[in-house]
């Protein structure tokens, strides 16, 4: 319980500069997600019911002294399996003693935390108070149906909507993430879903990630892949979704890390060109320009085309 789940380096756009940073992700264990009935998400797996608030601090102590990036300034992603201003989940004691944590460093110029927006409130947010904070919300859909019946996430667009603006309101950034392909939804639909959706969610956030939905296991949704109910996204269709987002929202900051890419249970394409997809996906996610995505093709591009026309009629199964 002394060590993270997992812990890496990476580098992302800031929102400030534009420019790319060094950044450490790490994945604390705590005693999980309260919520645990969103079909597709098996990370709560990850949790304990024995972790204590002295071993979340440990995690962070073991992070920072065996990954930070020497004599470099970086963001640190402090990720649970759940949500940090959940209070069952992170104590505010432990909140501010992380806060105090990193004050007392001059290398993390960022702190991004994840959270539900039932968690989100002045308090909380006043916990991290004097540390640049970024909060990602999950809502993966704009569309109130697809999110609570396809879902199960448990809350609607109005309740995301108050959480993003008291976000706001408190001089915190808002990153907002999207689910390109829910179960029950087709390719085609899924497509003009997530599009429909960051348009209506650009106004709340400045960072739209778009994530897509990868098979994970002891879920529902691998229930239904394994009964040959669903098909993980192709890396087309996120390639579609992200050109026409930055289309229509060029002001947007739009990053996509897509799980699992070129695995049967991640989003892939034909095997031969998911390589060359997902880094141009990964150069767009660091410059922002769509010219990147428009050049990339392929034979299965074709078979794409045609399965996202006639997918609304088909299984995913013969995918």
């Known amino acids: 319980m002394k060590k993270p789940v997992a812990l890496w380096l990476d580098y992302e756009l ?29 990370y709560w797996h990850e949790s304990s019911p024995s972790v204590t608030q002295a071993d979340i601090l440990d995690q962070l102590r073991y992070a920072l002294t065996t990954a930070s990036p020497p004599n470099e300034d970086f963001i640190l992603k402090l990720y649970t399996s759940g949500s940090f201003l959940d209070e069952r989940e992170i104590s505010s004691v432990t909140r501010r003693r992380i806060a105090q944590m990193l004050r007392q460093r001059r290398d993390v110029k960022k702190l991004i935390i994840e959270t539900r927006p039932e968690y989100v409130n002045a308090d909380a947010l006043a916990d991290l108070a004097h540390v640049e904070l970024e909060v990602a919300m999950g809502l993966e859909t704009a569309d109130d149906f697809i999110r609570l019946e396809y879902i199960d996430k448990g809350f609607s667009f109005e309740d995301y909507k108050a959480a993003a603006r008291l976000i706001t309101d408190c001089g915190v950034t808002v990153k907002t993430y999207l689910l390109l392909k829910p179960p029950f939804v087709s390719e085609r639909a899924a497509i003009e879903d997530v599009i429909k959706s960051a348009e209506r969610v650009a106004q709340y956030s400045p960072i739209i990630s778009l994530n897509l939905c990868n098979v994970q296991r002891h879920t529902r949704l691998e229930e239904l892949w394994r009964r040959g109910y669903y098909r993980p996204p192709w890396l087309w269709s996120a390639v579609e979704a992200m050109k026409r987002i930055k289309e229509k929202s060029p002001h947007i900051l739009l990053i996509s890390d897509p799980v699992g890419a070129g695995q049967v249970r991640g989003p892939h394409n034909c095997g031969y060109c998911d390589k060359t997809v997902m880094e141009a996906i990964k150069r767009f996610n660091i410059t922002q320009d769509s010219g990147i995505l428009k050049g990339l093709n392929c034979d299965c591009r074709d078979r794409w085309q045609l399965i996202r026309e006639f997918d609304d009629y088909l299984s995913g199964a013969i995918l």
């Open 14 to 42: 800031s929102i400030d500069t534009r420019k790319p940073v060094r950044t450490l992700t790490v994945i604390l264990r705590t005693t999980g997600c309260q919520w645990r009935k969103c079909r597709m998400c098996g």
